[in-house]
């Protein structure tokens, strides 16, 4: 499970990375709070997700991490696009979809937590 997290994550920094550099020559820093996210919702957490997923195999191959994968993974885009199509066409009932895909993310955080809560011996 920790290989699939970092694999994903390095999809997130490279979508990050290439609308920040996409923002930066047009002059057009709009989407700098989706930038913001995929990095932080998708490189970081992710990479940290799959980082401590390695080192506590017994938390990453239970059914709560494949759910938090799957939730984080629908969650993350979903929200980022209703996100962005909102920001660029002014289209105020996208905040419900943008809404969605945050609670599906803030889902799987906990999921997270609560496996490890369970799964790591203090």
Do not use: C
Not at 47 to 71: E, V
């Amino acid at each position: 499970m920790g290989r699939i997290y970092l694999k994903v994550s390095v999809v997130y920094f490279s979508i990050g990375v290439l609308l920040g550099l996409t923002m930066g020559i047009i002059h057009d820093f709009r989407l700098t709070s989706v930038h913001a996210h995929l990095n932080l919702l998708g490189w970081v957490s992710m990479a940290l997700f799959g980082l401590i997923y390695h080192f506590y195999p017994s938390a990453a191959n239970t059914q709560i991490a494949k759910l938090q994968f799957w939730l984080h993974n629908i969650g993350v885009p979903v929200m980022m696009t209703a996100i962005g199509i909102q920001i660029w066409t002014g289209e105020a009932t996208l905040v419900s979809v943008a809404v969605i895909g945050s609670i599906l993310v803030v889902i799987g955080v906990l999921l997270f937590a609560l496996n490890l809560f369970k799964q790591v011996d203090s």
